[in-house]
């Protein structure tokens, strides 16, 4: 057997809280939660957990669970990062090494700034003082929105596009995310700016960074989650229903975005290259994608390099329907970061969704109405980190 389908994930859960908690949680609480309640959803123990993968905290929540496992990975590249763990996972346990795998993650965006630890968007970059800030902040990046307001200007200048054009990717996301009951903005009794919106609301949203409005841009939230990945003689053993690694892999172009060659062109191109070469199946395979969406303009550029829309064109995908539900490729069916959830690395919240969707489960009562549950065996999965710098794709099936 290779590598591509030598795991799958069995189990995805969220923490009991996301979004805007009353009371303060912390980042471990949240990661607790969701840990919880993904091994009483598959009845995997936490016992039976040999490897555990988050993003830099992965020795803390071992001890906390009483684990001592024999693979440790605190990879930790930005939202992407829990793609690029999954990754991990599938090779480990490809090789024997272990069994289950934990992918981990809480992030208190909300929540942090009322407990005295600061909060924000945690997209990567540097303190004040740090040389990448030093460099770039001359030229007018000073901030994730700043950053990619220049790609979309760019965008703009190369083909012909406008900001108007990726305001249908806020508008649909919105859409999808009327359809589940934990979005944020899920309608105007969750959220005083919930429910659907219209193109005019995006465009006349305040500016956060020109051309990008409010709107343009996504949330800061809490949220907690954890997926378990585990070999096929355990995945088709459980009362859950296993979702395939078919193929997977990672990439990055830059660190500080001056270094961008192409403000237009993400290592997705590379990334989802590999793990389409890894499943043997390609971009017209796809029936759902989860595109990580921290602005507009991200998804729709990853829509292009993932091979889902020609360059300069990927925002088609949404202003023609065909991301929109009962369209022909529907994607970030939760909401997405703009309007579902984004607690600053949004990557887990994707793995959530690919496999509630794949394993047949979004219309569970909880996260879920009718429409949002699709029909899709076939899905690619993309994290962003940092400013469109580093990235992890996944390709994920359903069981046969």
Request: glycine fraction near 12%.
């Amino acid at each position: 057997m290779g590598v591509s389908k030598a795991a799958a994930i069995v189990g995805a859960a969220e923490s009991n809280e996301i979004g805007y908690p009353e009371a303060p949680k912390t980042s471990l609480e949240l990661h607790i939660e969701a840990i919880k309640n993904v091994s009483d959803q598959t009845g995997i123990p936490i016992s039976a957990i040999d490897g555990v993968f988050s993003a830099g905290m992965s020795s803390e929540i071992a001890e906390h669970l009483g684990l001592h496992p024999k693979y440790i990975d605190t990879t930790s590249v930005g939202g992407c990062s829990f793609e690029i763990h999954v990754h991990h996972a599938l090779l480990a346990i490809y090789a024997g090494v272990i069994d289950v795998a934990l992918v981990t993650h809480g992030q208190n965006g909300w929540s942090a700034r009322r407990i005295g630890a600061g909060g924000g968007g945690g997209y990567g970059g540097g303190g004040a003082a740090s040389p990448s800030v030093q460099m770039s902040s001359p030229y007018g990046f000073s901030g994730a929105p700043s950053n990619y307001s220049h790609a979309m200007v760019r965008h703009n200048y190369l083909y012909g596009s406008t900001p108007e054009d990726f305001a249908h990717v806020a508008v649909v996301t919105r859409d999808w995310a009327t359809l589940n009951p934990r979005a944020v903005m899920f309608s105007e009794e969750t959220h005083e700016f919930g429910g659907p919106i219209t193109l005019d609301t995006v465009n006349n949203a305040r500016i956060i960074s020109w051309p990008l409005t409010m709107l343009h841009c996504c949330l800061v939230t809490d949220h907690g989650g954890a997926v378990l990945v585990a070999r096929p003689e355990i995945a088709r053993s459980l009362k859950t229903n296993p979702v395939w690694i078919a193929g997977a892999g990672e990439n990055m172009s830059h660190s500080n975005m001056l270094e961008m060659e192409d403000f237009t062109a993400t290592s997705a191109f590379s990334s989802s290259r590999t793990a389409y070469q890894m499943a043997g199946l390609g971009p017209e395979d796809m029936e759902l994608a989860l595109l990580y969406d921290s602005f507009t303009i991200t998804p729709a550029l990853t829509a292009e390099m993932v091979g889902l829309a020609p360059r300069g064109k990927g925002h088609l995908l949404w202003k023609e329907g065909h991301a929109a539900p009962g369209g022909r490729l529907p994607i970030n069916t939760n909401g997405g970061g703009l309007s579902f959830n984004h607690s600053g690395m949004y990557g887990m919240q994707l793995l959530v969704e690919a496999y509630r969707q794949l394993s047949g489960t979004a219309e569970d009562g909880i996260n879920g109405i009718e429409g949002k549950q699709t029909n899709a065996r076939t899905c690619i999965v993309n994290g962003t980190g940092g400013s469109l710098s580093t990235t992890g794709t996944l390709v994920l099936v359903s069981d046969d």
